[in-house]
């Protein structure tokens, strides 16, 4: 028994044959256990190809710790099995945090083999192979692949599957059909039957389901074809296969026309498990038009009617997972022989299902995912992009936001922009569906990076809601909501915070004060105010925020409480209260790791946040522990530029430079720097904060008149953007003083240092930590200067309120204790 088994489907109780190709796969995947070469089963759709791979990982399971089943017909299918895996890893990530850093980390523990060496993944029916090779581990495991496509020749070892050889063929038969057939007669029927695996599944079922005897069976089968088939058969299928197929359905029409009726809407489905409670009872506001609604009503006849097709082999029936899988050849056979007009029909007949299965669902709520997540195979293939009904356009965009939610930017993007496309071409640009699926690729564009783009796209998509859908319309609120956040990646602190106090005046109007919808107003500003220095209107207002997302039947999402929790975490810390702010961070990481799991980019956004909490409180290696691990989880989430990757190399910085790795620091800011121009631009307020990191680092290093040149600079951009008397510029301010008095301006340093330390006490208070840095480093200098009767007197009155704040072993207290400088540095927060 493996220590982790994934999804492998039910072995077939009549597989038979076909040793001497899975001889050749184990020989060949246990050949050599330095370099594994990954191996594809290759053949035409019917040859059993995925049989084989599912007899090997039941047959060989005992030689694997691991052993994952991925279907590899969709490239977000791919991604999200990967992910999956992370849990049963026991690595630090889970299916739903997001999944392409949930999918790298996977990759890189099977390829150092750790926890686990000996894993197994079979990628089937892997046809792109583009796709599919990039996420291929090499190391000490097996890559198992089942394909169609010939393009893999070229890329692994490949397995030809072809049919079967006769005395496979019959012994097939005999054991399908172990009362109702003689060898001879299964001779004939393998040899009409072309050998081909499917193709005797189904007339091996339909033999014991009817008793049919094999020359009526062969006589169909030759002189009835055409009528069964039409005038022509699809041209890429075997024409054993669409016989064998035809006759079992024409004998099932017979016996159960509901059977019939459930399996031509099932192959409208994608090839992926259908859950069998889609199957269930549809709601009354769904019902209507349905063309199963009242089978789906009935258990009389839905329960008789799947069994019915298990036992025609014409669908496998999981009763573990409660799932029904109908063979992709099957399903495009049942397509092809329907006209256009019902084709369509059961088209909506598939959508109707799928969005009636989470109609009741938020798609934020993360306790829905695994049930979206079910339906995400079914998506594409069904063809939802084309339906114009609303009830199904609300359902796609519903799953727009689940992947988004739970971390899957890109299939997010790729899907909603889908939709824009194909809605925009049949409805026009003033669709409201149209509008809102922009408001979502706006969000998803934003999360990805591409700030510039999400404030274009939201300046124009909000100009013409106002138009169309008018100023109070839901869709219209949601998006000026959204919209504040683009403001403040541009640095626009202050239209920010006069965008959100309307946006939340709409909202309370509209929705109610504590509305989920309003809360989320409320939490963005919150965030303003705390951007423009005022921390005590920040915290009263983050404080009534999580108290009321907090509370049950709120409807808030784990990713808003969370958002919500990480702001008061930081709002106090901003404060200077260091303990109170690492209790709350460590309260919220915890949430959103049970929630979310840890490297959700929420979680990270909070775990970034903690470090810095655990930096300021002077834990200072356990604050550089989680930072290393964050940024190193946001570059495999968004790469080295997105902004959670630059905050986070800034919060690492920072740890390094507290625990004495100055070096290192300084060669991951010149890294870093430069990006920051990139992604805000050159007269961003972040862009400055930057630059006074890397000055600080500079400095400690040796470089003074770089440090200083950047300093000076740095200081003039933020009393442009935010005035001096703000916690940002502020924190330039000592820095640059320092610079000064590194250089010997001993003087100029205490001017600056003195007319700081005035501000400081304006904007923060006397007994803030950065109050009291800013009079300790004025001690140093006024004793450089001979002043000491004043110096000792502030230091005096500076060491005790420093000590009544942090306590007597604080390493700042130590520092200003021993009258030496003091540094202090910029964290960029999540907007």
């Given at each position: 028994?493996?220590?982790?088994?994934?999804?492998v489907?039910?072995q077939n109780?009549?597989?038979?044959?076909r040793e001497?190709?899975?001889?050749?796969l184990?020989?060949?995947?246990?050949?050599?256990?330095?370099?594994?070469?990954?191996?594809?089963l290759?053949?035409?759709?019917?040859?059993?190809?995925?049989?084989?791979?599912?007899?090997?990982?039941?047959?060989f399971?005992?030689?694997?710790?691991?052993?994952?089943?991925?279907?590899?017909?969709?490239s977000?299918l791919?991604?999200?099995s990967?992910?999956?895996?992370?849990?049963e890893?026991?690595?630090?990530?889970?299916?739903s945090?997001?999944?392409?850093e949930?999918?790298?980390?996977?990759?890189?523990?099977?390829?150092?083999?750790?926890?686990?060496?000996r894993w197994l993944?079979?990628?089937?029916?892997?046809?792109?192979?583009e796709?599919v090779?990039?996420?291929i581990?090499r190391?000490s495991?097996?890559?198992?692949?089942t394909?169609?496509?010939?393009g893999?020749?070229?890329v692994?070892?490949?397995i030809?599957?072809?049919?079967?050889?006769?005395?496979?063929?019959?012994a097939?038969?005999?054991?399908?059909v172990?009362?109702?057939?003689?060898?001879?007669?299964?001779?004939?029927?393998?040899?009409?039957?072309?050998?081909?695996?499917?193709?005797?599944?189904?007339?091996?079922?339909?033999?014991?389901?009817?008793?049919?005897?094999?020359?009526?069976y062969?006589r169909?089968?030759e002189n009835?074809?055409?009528r069964?088939?039409g005038?022509?058969?699809?041209?890429d299928?075997?024409?054993?296969?669409?016989a064998?197929?035809?006759?079992?359905?024409?004998?099932?029409?017979?016996?159960?026309?509901d059977?019939v009726?459930?399996?031509?809407?099932?192959?409208?489905?994608?090839?992926?498990?259908?859950?069998r409670?889609l199957l269930?009872?549809?709601?009354?506001?769904?019902?209507?038009?349905?063309?199963?609604?009242g089978?789906?009503g009935?258990?009389?006849?839905?329960?008789?009617a799947?069994?019915e097709?298990?036992?025609?082999?014409l669908v496998?029936?999981?009763?573990?997972?409660?799932t029904?899988?109908?063979?992709?050849?099957v399903?495009?056979?049942l397509?092809?022989?329907?006209?256009?007009p019902?084709?369509a029909?059961?088209r909506?007949?598939?959508?109707?299902?799928?969005?009636?299965?989470?109609?009741?669902?938020?798609p934020?709520?993360n306790?829905?995912?695994?049930?979206?997540?079910?339906l995400?195979?079914?998506?594409?293939?069904?063809?939802?992009?084309?339906?114009?009904?609303p009830r199904?356009?609300?359902?796609a965009l519903?799953?727009?936001r689940y992947?988004?939610?739970s971390?899957?930017f890109?299939?997010?993007?790729?899907?909603v922009e889908q939709?824009?496309?194909?809605?925009?071409a049949?409805?026009?640009?003033?669709?409201?569906y149209v509008?809102?699926a922009?408001?979502?690729?706006?969000?998803?564009?934003?999360?990805?990076?591409?700030?510039?783009?999400?404030y274009?796209?939201n300046q124009?998509?909000?100009?013409?809601?106002r138009?169309?859908?008018?100023?109070d319309h839901?869709?219209?609120?949601?998006?000026?909501?959204?919209?504040?956040?683009?403001?403040?990646?541009?640095?626009?602190?202050?239209?920010?915070?006069?965008?959100d106090q309307?946006?939340l005046?709409?909202?309370?109007?509209?929705?109610g004060?504590?509305h989920?919808?309003?809360l989320?107003?409320?939490?963005?500003?919150a965030?303003?105010?705390?951007l423009?220095?005022?921390?005590?209107?920040?915290?009263?207002?983050q404080?009534?925020?999580?108290?009321y997302?907090?509370?049950a039947?709120?409807?808030?999402?784990?990713?808003?409480?969370?958002?919500?929790?990480n702001?008061?975490?930081?709002?106090v810390?901003?404060?200077?209260?260091?303990?109170r702010?690492?209790?709350?961070?460590?309260d919220?990481?915890?949430?959103?790791?049970?929630?979310?799991?840890?490297e959700?980019?929420?979680t990270?956004?909070?775990a970034?946040?903690?470090?810095?909490?655990?930096?300021?409180n002077?834990q200072?290696?356990?604050?550089l522990?989680?930072?290393d691990?964050?940024?190193?989880?946001?570059?495999?989430?968004?790469g080295v530029?997105?902004p959670?990757t630059?905050?986070?190399?800034?919060?690492l910085?920072n740890?390094q430079r507290?625990?004495g790795?100055v070096?290192?620091a300084l060669?991951?800011l010149?890294d870093?720097?430069?990006?920051?121009?990139?992604?805000?631009?050159d007269?961003?307020?972040?862009?400055?904060?930057?630059?006074?990191?890397?000055a600080?680092?500079l400095?400690?290093?040796?470089?003074?008149?770089?440090?200083?040149?950047?300093?000076?600079?740095?200081?003039?951009?933020l009393?442009g953007?935010?005035?001096?008397e703000?916690?940002?510029?502020?924190?330039?301010a000592i820095?640059l003083a320092?610079?000064?008095?590194?250089?010997?301006?001993?003087e100029?340093?205490?001017?600056?240092?003195?007319?700081?330390?005035?501000?400081?006490?304006?904007?923060?208070?006397?007994?803030?930590?950065?109050?009291?840095?800013g009079a300790a480093?004025?001690?140093?200098?006024?004793?450089?200067?001979?002043?000491?009767?004043?110096?000792?007197?502030?230091?005096a009155?500076?060491?005790?309120?420093?000590?009544?704040q942090?306590?007597?072993?604080h390493?700042?207290?130590k520092?200003?204790r021993?009258?030496?400088r003091?540094?202090?540095?910029?964290d960029p927060?999540v907007?």
């Open positions: 028994m493996p220590s982790i088994w994934g999804k489907p039910q109780k009549n597989f038979t044959g001497d190709l899975l001889d050749k184990h020989s060949g995947l246990r050949s050599d256990v330095t370099a594994v070469v990954p191996h594809a290759h053949g035409l759709g019917g040859v059993g190809k995925t049989q084989l791979a599912i007899e090997y990982a039941h047959r399971r005992h030689e694997y710790d691991v052993v994952w089943w991925i279907p590899a017909d969709q977000v791919v991604k999200s990967l992910a999956g895996l992370a849990r890893l026991n690595l630090p990530i889970a299916a945090a997001g999944v392409d949930a999918v790298d980390a996977v990759l890189d523990a099977l390829r150092r083999g750790e926890p686990y060496k993944l079979i990628f089937d029916n892997a046809n792109e192979p796709d090779n990039a996420v581990p190391g495991g097996h890559v198992l692949l394909s169609r496509d010939q893999w020749q070229s692994v070892d490949t030809v599957v072809d049919v079967f050889r006769r005395e496979e063929s019959v097939f038969l005999m054991k399908r172990p009362r109702g057939i003689t060898e001879p007669d299964a001779h004939r029927l393998a040899e009409a039957l072309g050998d081909l695996p499917l193709a005797l599944e189904h007339a091996g079922a339909l033999q014991v389901e009817t008793g049919m005897p094999v020359d009526q062969l169909l089968l009835e074809t055409t069964l088939l005038t022509s058969k699809p041209s299928y075997p024409m054993s296969m669409t064998a197929w035809a006759l079992s359905v024409s004998q099932l029409m017979e016996r159960s026309p059977a009726e459930l399996l031509r809407c099932c192959a409208f489905f994608g090839p992926e498990p259908i859950p409670d269930d009872r549809l709601p009354e506001d769904f019902a209507g038009g349905s063309r199963l609604a089978m789906l009935d258990p009389i006849r839905m329960i008789p799947i069994r097709l298990g036992r025609y082999a496998r029936i999981d009763s573990e997972t409660r029904i899988t109908v063979h992709r050849l399903q495009a056979l397509r092809d022989e329907l006209p256009e019902e084709r029909a059961f909506r007949e598939v959508h109707t299902l799928l969005a009636a299965a989470v109609a009741e669902e938020n934020d709520d306790a829905a995912w695994p049930r979206y997540q079910a995400l195979g079914h998506i594409s293939p069904s063809r939802v992009v084309q339906s114009a009904d199904i356009r609300h359902f519903n799953v727009v992947l988004y939610s971390g899957d890109r299939s997010a993007r790729q899907l939709f824009i496309e194909r809605w925009q049949v409805s026009g640009d003033d669709d409201q509008l809102s922009q408001r979502h690729q706006a969000i998803v564009i934003r999360e990805l990076g591409e700030i510039q783009e999400s274009e796209l124009r998509t909000a100009a013409r809601m138009q169309v859908l008018g100023e839901e869709e219209t609120l949601l998006l000026i909501n959204s919209h504040g956040a683009d403001l403040r990646f541009r640095g626009e602190f202050a239209l920010a915070f006069e965008h309307d946006s005046r709409r909202h309370q109007a509209k929705f004060p504590t989920r919808r309003t989320r107003a409320m939490n963005n500003l965030l303003d105010y705390l423009l220095g005022d921390y005590a209107k920040a915290r009263e207002l404080a009534e925020t999580f108290m997302q907090r509370q039947g709120s409807g808030s999402s784990a990713q808003n409480v969370l958002s919500s929790w702001g008061l975490a930081r709002i810390r901003l404060n200077g209260d260091y303990r702010a690492c209790d709350i961070g460590e919220a990481f915890e949430y959103g790791v049970e929630q979310l799991n840890s959700h980019p929420w990270l956004r909070v970034k946040d903690l470090s810095i909490a655990r930096r300021r002077g200072l290696e356990e604050a522990d989680l930072a691990h964050t940024f190193d989880a946001q570059k495999r989430n968004g530029s997105h959670d630059l905050a986070a190399a800034l919060c910085a740890a507290a625990a790795q070096t290192e060669e991951l010149e870093m720097t430069p990006r920051y121009p990139q992604m805000y631009g007269d961003h307020p972040f862009k400055y904060g930057c630059d006074t990191n890397l600080l680092l400095r400690v290093n040796g470089q003074l008149e770089r440090a200083l040149e950047i300093d000076r600079r740095a200081l003039r951009g009393d953007r935010l005035t001096r703000h916690h940002y510029t502020l924190t330039c820095n320092s610079d000064l008095a590194a250089l010997g301006d001993t100029e340093a205490r001017e600056l240092g003195a007319s700081t330390l005035e501000s400081l006490r304006n904007v923060l208070g006397a007994d803030h930590p950065l109050t009291l840095a480093n004025l001690v140093v200098d006024l004793l450089a200067l001979g002043r000491e009767e004043e110096a000792h007197r502030l230091q009155d500076t060491l005790t309120r420093y000590e009544r942090l306590g007597t072993d390493p700042d207290v520092v200003a021993e009258a030496r003091l540094d202090f540095d910029f927060p907007l």
